[in-house]
């Protein structure tokens, strides 16, 4: 199977470390992180490869995950890509506005990290492996 590239874009160093750890026992992960919307966005601009599934918090600061997400609608390069939000707001508003601004799914980061590494690995089953998309990059 071809590993696929993962965009785990999070400003909260401990969640990274849980998610990162979720990912461990994984080996067809390549997961790149950034420490917040202004380092994803400088990401996905650069030479790297395209990720093929962002994981994106939404509440961070300077540039929040909407904005993120609407840089990432918004190009023509990394317009297809799955965008879950993966965020610990349960707020209907936020809820809308993600979907409103082009999320492929929105997930409320579970506290316990059983179910949280549970929530990542069904996540990334689903939209890394799953499901089909135009490949990008």
């Known amino acids: ?58 509440k961070m600061p300077q540039i929040d995950g909407l904005a993120v997400l609407d840089a990432v609608r918004g190009n023509d390069t990394t317009r297809a890509i799955p965008v879950v939000m993966l965020t610990t707001s349960g707020e209907d508003r936020d809820i809308r506005e993600s979907y409103a601004h082009g999320a492929s799914a929105y997930v409320i980061k579970p506290m316990d990290f059983t179910q949280f590494r549970e929530a990542v690995r069904t996540i990334t089953a689903f939209w890394a492996h799953l499901n089909r998309h135009p490949r990008v990059g």
Do not use: C, K, T, Y
């Not at 992180?33 to 030479?47: D, F, N, S």
């Open 1 to 58: 199977m071809e590993r696929r590239r993962i965009l785990l874009v999070d400003d909260n160093p401990h969640d990274v470390e849980l998610a990162l750890n979720a990912f461990q026992d994984s080996g067809d992960h390549e997961v790149l992180v950034a420490v917040g919307g202004r380092e994803a966005i400088a990401l996905l601009r650069g030479p790297a490869p395209l990720p093929d599934l962002i994981l994106l918090d939404l």
